[in-house]
């Protein structure tokens, strides 16, 4: 059996105020966990938690990562931003045109996200987060359908995107042309192996892929650092 993706987390500089900010946002519940930290645990069908983990770094550049979240109508868009904005998120400009349908906003950390209108036909069977969207090649999307053993549902002109077989969220990558590295990224992927699984295992066969081990600065640490084909860092736990 592959490894699952347990959580997305982010790197937060306030992370209890960054996780009430996501809660508003998404209506998920904030759970204290001795491994996790702060953690939000999803309401829906998306499958996966969020962590928002301590650092003294603060942003630098654009993400490789952020939310595309979806719209029933446009009156439901202007209430997600809306919504967004009074629990301390913004507007911000990274070129989008004036014809385009999403809004683009930032939480209080300057994590960028979209919030998508409600016509987009790509994401419209997906829940509320309709897709984390990476910065990343096509490489990198085959080496996570893989990792994950979520089949690809999209791959043209070099973009790609893949999607659980139980639903949830779509992870989708741009293609090229890629953004210059800013250094290590804002947020992460962890993976966990099956409750009866192997961490090194999962290490090996993550390598065999074209993962790579690498460290940040962990020291001693029960996780295994690791980074996928574009250099992009992500975790692997210990079975639960």
């Not at 595309?68 to 070129?95: E, F, K, M, P, W």
């Amino acid at each position: 059996m592959t490894c699952h993706l347990h959580a997305l987390c982010f790197d937060a500089n306030d992370p209890l105020r960054l996780s009430r900010f996501w809660a508003g946002v998404l209506g998920w519940e904030t759970a204290g966990d001795p491994e996790d930290g702060i953690a939000l645990l999803p309401g829906d069908d998306t499958g996966f938690r969020i962590r928002f983990l301590p650092t003294r770094e603060r942003k630098a550049g654009q993400n490789q990562i952020h939310f595309d979240l979806t719209s029933t109508s446009l009156d439901d868009q202007q209430q997600t931003v809306a919504r967004a904005l009074g629990l301390g998120g913004r507007h911000i400009d990274i070129g989008q045109l004036p014809e385009e349908d999403h809004v683009v906003l930032a939480d209080p950390e300057g994590n960028e996200f979209c919030v998508i209108g409600p016509d987009n036909e790509f994401l419209a069977d997906c829940g509320f987060i309709g897709a984390l969207s990476c910065d990343g090649s096509q490489e990198v999307g085959y080496f996570w359908s893989k990792a994950l053993g979520w089949p690809l549902v999209w791959d043209q002109d070099q973009e790609t995107a893949i999607r659980s077989p139980h639903g949830g969220p779509k992870i989708t990558w741009g293609g090229p042309p890629l953004t210059p590295r800013t250094g290590k990224n804002r947020l992460h992927f962890d993976l966990a192996p099956p409750a009866d699984g192997d961490q090194q295992a999962e290490v090996e066969r993550l390598v065999s892929l074209g993962a790579t081990r690498v460290d940040i600065g962990q020291g001693e640490v029960s996780w295994v650092v690791m980074a996928d084909p574009d250099g992009n860092e992500f975790c692997v736990l210990t079975p639960r």
